[in-house]
Every structure is written in structure tokens, then in C-alpha cells.
């Protein structure tokens, strides 16, 4: 007699969020907000930006997962969106990956500061993420992605895992940046090669549209210091890069490049 045993997916988390601003009495304010799922919204007082703060209540990404968001940046308005507290993703079953889909539209003199916190790989994770946002002639825009390789404090190694990455923005319709990452594998041992990251458990990338960007250049080169690199893709866009042994070392260098580049107006999750 044989015995068959079934096995079993784990529930598959969903999430949706679609926000939009608008402009009133010279203040930017919640335009339109759906919300579904595992991902939800928050918006604490703040001045004339509108603040949203995304949470992921599932605890993390893992295989079959999926999360949207779409965002709305009106013309004359200003939204700073950032996230809770670091995302996760998790050891996924074989053959099942988790997506999350980000697209932005700025409009106008519209301004969006893209600042999520740190995406955090654990080993076996099966992720792919893409970022698409397009901008209007006159937008501005300030974007950083920090990812984590494993937890270094508790001695975690990414010997296996998958992760896609890929962030696309536009101006007036035409490519502006592109950046792609693609690990598969070892990926510890493939992050250790020279040519790659030499040992670096943690990177940044990032990207300023503003007619300020090659006056700031010099200052956010000095705060990289020997850990990153920035360049002027064009006069008024600056895009960095930084790796680092830990996150904690990567918060060091990369929190006074934020603070210079929104103006000190990071959100206050960064600081907790």
C-alpha cells in the first residue's frame, strides 16, 4: 500500500496601493487612494508634502507573492513616500517567485522622493522587483534603493537565492536611467569576485533630477567617500553608487547624502 502525501503551498500574499496628490490652498494633499491586500498606506502630519509611509502587513516577500503600487504626482505638488521599516524577502519554495511592481508618473513641476529602506535578501529567496518612473520635462526627482546580502550581525550567507532587479526612468517620454542587477545562485560568492563587489554585503543606488545636481555633486562624492561613486549623466541628474560591508556601514555614508539631496527632509522612519 503506498501512501501519498499532498503537499501543501503556503497562502500566497497580494497587495495593491494606488495613490494620487493634488494641490490645494498651496499644499500638496491626498488626491485619490486605493489600498488592498497586505499592502497598506499611512499618512502622518506633515507641512505642505504629502508623507505616505508603506506598510507590508504579510512580514515579507517570499515565492507566489505579489505586491503593486502605483503613484500619482500631480503638477505643483510633492510627495515623499517611504517605507515602514526594511522589507524582507524570505526562502521561497522552489519554482514559486515573488514580484513587486512599483510605477510612478510625475507631472508638471512635480516633485517625488522615492525613499524606501532597505530591501533585505535572506537566503533561498526567489524575488523579482522592478521600478518604473517617468517624469515630465520640468519633474524633479530624488530615488534610492538599498539592498541588504544577508544579515551580517547574525552571520547569514546568501549561498543560494534569485533576485531580479530592474529600475527604468523617463523624461518627456525618452530613457533617462536604466539599471539592472541580476544574481542567481551563490550569490555571496558571485558579490565577493573583484569585478563585482569585492566582498560587499550591501549597495545603494540612486538617482537626483534637479537643476541643483552638479552644484551638489562635489559634497555627495565627499560623503561616499571611498565606498561609492557618483557622476552628472546629464547637468541636472546625478546618479550614485555605493557598496558596503553591512547595512549599518551603508546607513553611515548614505544618510548624509540623503539628508543634502532631499534637504533634510527625510522621512522620520529613516531615523528609528
Not at 500631480?74 to 512599483?102: C, K
Amino acid at each position: 500500500m503506498q501512501t501519498h502525501i499532498a503537499r501543501i503551498s503556503p497562502p500566497r500574499a497580494r497587495g495593491r496601493v494606488s495613490l494620487s496628490s493634488k494641490q490645494v490652498n498651496g499644499r500638496t494633499v491626498l488626491s485619490d487612494l486605493h489600498q488592498s491586500g497586505a499592502f497598506k498606506v499611512v499618512f502622518p502630519r506633515s507641512d505642505d508634502w504629502l508623507r505616505p509611509i508603506l506598510l507590508n502587513t504579510s512580514g515579507g516577500v517570499t515565492g507566489g507573492d505579489r505586491f503593486a503600487l502605483d503613484v500619482h504626482v500631480a503638477a505643483d505638488t510633492q510627495i515623499s513616500l517611504t517605507t515602514q521599516a526594511a522589507e524582507r524577502a524570505y526562502r521561497a519554495q522552489p519554482g514559486e517567485v515573488g514580484h513587486i511592481r512599483t510605477t510612478a508618473k510625475v507631472f508638471g513641476k512635480g516633485c517625488l522622493h522615492w525613499l524606501p529602506q532597505e530591501l533585505i535578501l535572506y537566503n533561498g529567496c526567489a524575488l523579482d522587483r522592478r521600478l518604473r518612473i517617468d517624469l515630465s520635462a520640468k519633474a524633479r526627482l530624488l530615488m534610492v534603493e538599498p539592498v541588504v546580502f544577508g544579515r551580517a550581525a547574525m552571520g547569514e550567507i546568501l549561498t543560494e537565492g534569485h533576485f531580479h532587479d530592474r529600475i527604468e526612468v523617463t523624461r518627456a517620454g525618452q530613457p533617462l536611467y536604466r539599471d539592472a542587477l541580476r544574481l542567481e545562485g551563490d550569490i555571496a560568492a558571485k558579490l565577493a569576485r573583484v569585478g563585482t563587489a569585492q566582498g560587499a554585503a550591501a549597495m545603494a543606488s540612486g538617482l537626483y533630477v534637479a537643476s541643483n545636481a552638479e552644484a551638489v555633486l562635489d559634497a555627495v562624492r565627499q560623503h561616499l567617500g571611498d565606498l561609492g561613486g557618483a557622476s552628472l549623466l546629464q547637468p541636472d541628474v546625478l546618479a550614485l553608487r555605493l557598496i558596503a560591508p553591512d547595512s549599518h556601514i551603508l546607513r553611515q555614508h548614505l544618510l548624509p547624502v540623503l539628508d543634502l539631496l532631499s534637504q533634510s527632509t527625510l522621512p522620520i522612519s529613516w531615523r528609528l
